[in-house]
């Protein structure tokens, strides 16, 4: 297959451009808000390996895609979702009874709380809502496939988004490897199938020793050139690498074994079921991952990124459209695999952190602390809202913020030991105290 | 490797060992090991010592800098690059590149103006340009060593091209700092990075003042550009940084100016540096003041030492080189080219040969120099696709986002969707592919004047061609085997004949060109 420039690829290239820019804004706007917070960088800096900062540059990119697999014995994938930029959990599960603080909530963002008939009640809790953007993941809640955790940080976090990803991906150690990383490697040697990365290098969670396969498209996913000299060509680069003491040589023998398993899973690409995927490169990744759990090549751990939750402005309109369009993808990536083959896949939605309560003068909101996670899919003891929540108040908030009740390294350190059976967590989460919110089961 | 040293450099753990590698090197006196700790080099070059010299102070080997390499020798080649880069400075080294980016020579409001003019004052034109001529330089600039002295710099100073506070400005970073000063010393280049509306745009300095400090740049030049972590400032220290450094802003026109009105005056001390710097209207001395002082200090030169060793030598080098290079650095008051000259005359960095792996832009560049590809005649086209490659691998130059510049160890740059897109490349370009913006020549003449006779003869002519050394035995073998034939195999026989064009990327694509 011959890859040729096309203008398409200019008009892609310029996106990619664009996108950049907005990451270096992102950048600088981590740089002022660390020196508000008064968060000294060069405790962090100290921590980080190369390799963690390497994957910054790509962090903030609209969709990216890992996945990890191995031969452990449970057959479940964890699917790990990160909103990039902070999304504002106050308008995405909404605390809609009196009692949960909504009064005050109104009281302090008049215009970004909506009216009754854009709030979707959620039964059995006790008054929480969510934006109508999750309209197309609501089946699943009656099903018993989806649930919520408001009020969601991790000590330690601060509100630069350089700062909280890291951290939070780190598992709160200042450890060069990732949390997800060292869930592979407690789960004992993994096969060839890992990662695959929407943009080049895989997220932060995934760094370390684990093998890392990164991918722009499955499709993308094939030796370039003439097909006649492939299986040659694959064959004699393998011989080249072998005995070289790089960490490129391991990286090309795994990348050139997954080629095959690849190029198999894609012939089977394609929505089944009657999903229909939006557009956007978030849904094209879903698909990909849809068709490669149906290829049940061993996927066991996947994080997909999505950005532009950075809403400094106008946020009501923005925010919900980013909402309907993630749910949009995740319920195609949920009806694509089918009521039976999602029991084996759980999915965490998680972001950075949480928005200011009150209103910016732009119609939108900073950065705040306690934020929301959502989790869909097999695995989960029942649908609802899960954890502790304290009523939005005065006395309630933290400098402006949501203050975090829950703890975002109790619920991802519970569905991995939960899903993939992975024992003990100290070497993932080291130094924290795990309590569980028994929102997952085992089988 | 087979190397007559002249003399031996470093310092004294490798004087320690001295015994030892002259029991080794039959060719190595005693009497030579005792010589002074510069100026050591190997007196002629093997075909792969080329190659290392090329890779690493320069984009790759070409056909055109080999052949100069081998008529000069090591020493002289590196006074013609000295006398060429400063011949040329700036973007003047190849004409037809620099003609793609007139915006780099004009003044911020200039930049405005005629992009205003252009129909979008706002336009990310000139930081365009920025990039693209970056690259062309890189990848054809006959001033090489300085190319490679530029790019260090820049993501030593790393200023992120493409934002939007950075559009008329960007040029002057890389213009009136990095490539003004890439061959004098650092101490005025780190002077003038603190007089620079890009720098101070991208760290805030233009931001701080009295009143409300922004300490966004003067932690940054201690931690990344000066003295780096191991000096053990505090957090008081990385104030007083800020604080001394106030005034520095940037005009309505894009331009540095110094106002005594918003510098905070008072005793500062960072380290051993202290300034009473009680008049406003002196303030901007007494930040020059304490620039130079910090581009003289030792942990200065130690950090600088060791990124230079990291970029130029290997991962990990040897601490006593980088001492070696560090002293350096301190007895020629900053000055840039004598300090790189220590590692170019060190045994380590002969001795470092595929020590590195190169970064993905690094590969294309490198593949497209070893390959004597040219630009096609549509220049800003050929630029253009040379942006979008690099783009593609996360490494376009001047675009790495955090103020620490790209990193330049091989586990930050695992990833197996870069290495597809790089096999994609060595077809792409081996294959002529985009004719419209490189044009390679035909691949039969890599194999130079005498045609080899046999197939597996033109195997160990290709790779030494390609990549300075005609591989083992085994791994010509593995060439041989995707060829199908018998290395006795006649040339007029050989499937050569139509797989040429397959094979040549495949030995890019091998261990010995992903390795510099």
Redesign the interface.
Known sequence: MTRRLTDDDGGRFDRALRANAEQVAAGLACQEESWSAGFTRRRMLQGVGMAGVAALASQLVTTKVAYAAGPGGTRNTVIVVFLRGGADGLRMLVPQAAGLGHHYLSSLRPTLVQADADIRTLPGTSGWGVNKGFDALLPLYRTGELAFVPAVSVAGVTRSHFQAQQFLERGGTSAATGWLDRTLAALGPGTTFRAMAEGGVAPTSLAGPQPDLSMNSLSDFTFPGWDGVKDASITAIRSLYRGIDSPLAQDVQTTLSAIAVAERANKSAGAKNGAVYPTGNFASSLSDLATLLRAEVGVEVATVDVGGWDTHTDEAGDLDALTASASAALAAFMTDLGPTRRKRVTVVVMTEFGRRVQTNASNGTDHGTGSMMFLLGGGLARSGVYGKWNALSANALRDGDVAPTNNAFDVLGEVVQKRLSVGSLASIFPGHAFHPLNLARTT | MDVNYAGVLIGREQTAQRGRHAAERPGLSMAAAQAPAVGALPARLTTDQQYHLLSRFSFGPSSASLSQLARLGPAAWWDGQVALGRRYPIYSAHPRIAAAGPLLNRSPAQVRASQKAAGNEYS?EMMDQLTLVTLGLQAFSPAQLYETVVDFFANHLNV?N????QTWIRQTMDRDVVRRYAFGRFSDMLVASARNPSMLR???LADSTKQLV???YG?ELL?LHTVG?AARYS?VD?KNSAKILTGRTVDDNGNYVYRPEIHWTGAVRVLGFSAANTRAAEGQAAGDAYLRYLAQHPSTASHLAQKLCVRFVSDAPSPALVAAVAKTYLANGTSILPTLKAIFTSQEFWRSRHAK?RRPAENLIASMRILDVTPAPDIRKALD?M??MT????NAPL??????G??D????????????TL??LH??LA?N??ND?VLAPKNTALYGRTKPATSGAAIALLCTRLVGNPLTPA?RG??Q??L?EPASTPLAQSRLRW?LD?LV??IL???DH??R
């Open positions: 990310w992120s493409h934002a939007d506070d991208y760290l805030n922004n300490e966004n932690r931690e972590l957090e990385v792996t696709g942006h979008w783009a593609n691998m996360s675009d790495w986002v955090p103020p620490n790209y990193p160890v091989a586990p930050a740059w695992r990833s197996s969707s870069n290495f597809l096999l994609m077809r792409g294959q592919w985009w913006i791994k593995v060439l085997t995707f199908g797989y397959h990327p495949l694509d091998g261990p992903a390795l």
